[in-house]
C-alpha cells in the first residue's frame, strides 16, 4: 500500500512549528521548455519522460524509465 505524501514541519522555537508544502519539480513538453532559463533549472519533461537539467548553453536529460 503507498503512503500518501506528507508536508514538512520546521521547528522554529518552543512548541512552535512551520508546516511546508511538498516540493513540487515544473514539468513541461519539449516544445514547451522554459524560455529564459538559467543555469541550474530542472524539471520533468513528459514527452521525454527525462529529468532535465539547464547547464547554461543545454539542455541534459536523465531517462526516469527502468533499466
Known sequence: MATRPRPLFVDIGP???I???????ASWKTTDRPQKVKRGTFG????TR????????HW????MDKA
Not at 508546516?19 to 519539480?25: A, C, D, R
Not at 520533468?44 to 514527452?47: L, W
Not at 527525462?50 to 548553453?57: A, P, Q, W
Not at 541534459?60 to 531517462?63: D, E, R, T, V
Open 60 to 63: 541534459l536529460g536523465a531517462s
Open 15 to 17: 512548541g512552535l512549528s
Open 19 to 25: 508546516m511546508i508544502g511538498l516540493p513540487t519539480i
Open 44 to 47: 520533468f519533461n513528459t514527452q
Open 50 to 57: 527525462t529529468l532535465e537539467y539547464y547547464n547554461g548553453s
